[in-house]
């Protein structure tokens, strides 16, 4: 009788991509936004009797601007406000489902400007610079004081590379530039 075969090692653990959700994909969003927005929601739900069969809950109506404030895609006004209000309850129930919640913090999120995406990468870029607006490169010297700030310990070798790597090799005494900057956000997938 030939001996016993041992299991195989278990292979490593490989990180999963979050599937997207019917939900997601009908409100066109990744399946990290839809994380973000359901994070958002569940701040603020609660169980209600009159909606048993919602396993996330409800939100009360006025708790929306602050949900939406939590994601980051505040109204821009009081009649925006009231608007996405008459949208997500226009029985005036006083509660809103999360798949109504879902499905204007999903347009929230596509409404975000270009304009707006622009002034969040200046001011990420101008963390590193030292808060100067304008021509200003972020230096090896603005990377280390970044990490002392943070208590991280980063050696020179890692903050050379990163800078090569973020000025496509142009050296490590030229810095990194806003463009480039932003470049690497939006491979990074902080923007897209």
Request: charged letters at 30%.
């Amino acid at each position: 009788m030939p001996p016993k075969r041992r299991p195989s090692a278990p292979a490593p653990a490989q990180e999963r991509k979050a599937r997207q959700s019917k939900l997601a994909k009908e409100n066109n969003i990744t399946a990290s936004e839809e994380s973000e927005i359901k994070e958002a929601f569940l701040l603020f739900s609660i169980q209600h009797e009159d909606y048993e069969d919602s396993k996330e809950g409800v939100i009360p109506t006025p708790s929306v601007r602050r949900a939406l404030i939590a994601l980051g895609t505040p109204p821009s006004s009081p009649d925006e406000l009231q608007e996405l209000l008459d949208t997500v309850d226009p029985e005036v129930t006083g509660y809103v489902t999360y798949e109504h919640f879902l499905a204007i913090a999903a347009l929230k999120l596509h409404s975000r400007s270009d304009e707006s995406q622009r002034e969040e990468v200046e001011m990420a870029f101008r963390l590193f610079t030292g808060g100067v607006k304008g021509g200003e490169k972020i230096t090896m010297g603005a990377l280390k004081r970044v990490a002392r700030e943070l208590k991280e310990d980063v050696g020179d070798q890692i903050i050379k590379d990163m800078i090569l790597e973020a000025n496509g090799g142009a050296g490590v005494n030229r810095g990194v530039g806003l463009q480039e900057f932003e470049g690497v956000m939006r491979r990074a997938g902080v923007f897209k």
